[in-house]
């Protein structure tokens, strides 16, 4: 791991402050990204056993990809490898975001709980973005 990374702390408006940090563990996004995981994983165990190994499968899989790619991301040598990461987590966020349209459609998820989901998706995505367009172009 090379350096500092930046970090990207957003606040309710989603204005931006950048400040160093020395692990992914710091980064907004990254503990965002974790908690959403969790949550996933939580709405996922009442879904019809029959999806475990489909659905619920891969709806899985995709959240626990995008703190996981920011994680090693930031672990690696240089700061195109971290964009390039964010770029696989924002990839992610939008496979989740689909299986869980698909869940919702089928009548797994709730428009309530759904949207939930949706806002969050929203925030982290913004999140990654930021973080992407703050760091360093040249490294």
């Not at 995981?37 to 996922?44: A, L, M």
């Not at 899985?60 to 703190?67: C, D, H, Y």
């Not at 991301?73 to 964009?83: D, I, M, P, W």
Request: glycine share 6%; with cysteine.
């Amino acid at each position: 791991m090379i350096g500092d990374w930046w970090l990207v702390a957003s606040n309710m408006n989603l204005n931006s402050i950048v400040m160093k940090v020395k692990s992914y563990r710091e980064l907004r996004v990254w503990q965002q990204s974790v908690d959403f995981c969790v949550k996933v994983y939580k709405v996922t165990s009442i879904f019809p056993k029959e999806e475990l190994y489909g659905l619920t499968s891969q709806i899985r899989r995709a959240s626990v990809s995008i703190p996981s790619n920011i994680a090693e991301g930031q672990a690696r040598n240089t700061t195109g490898e971290f964009s390039q990461f964010l770029g696989i987590s924002k990839g992610s966020l939008a496979e989740v975001d689909t299986h869980l349209e698909i869940a919702k459609r089928l009548g797994f998820l709730s428009s309530e709980s759904f949207q939930l989901f949706e806002n969050e998706i929203e925030t982290i995505g913004k999140m990654l973005n930021a973080l992407q367009n703050a760091l360093p172009k040249k490294q």
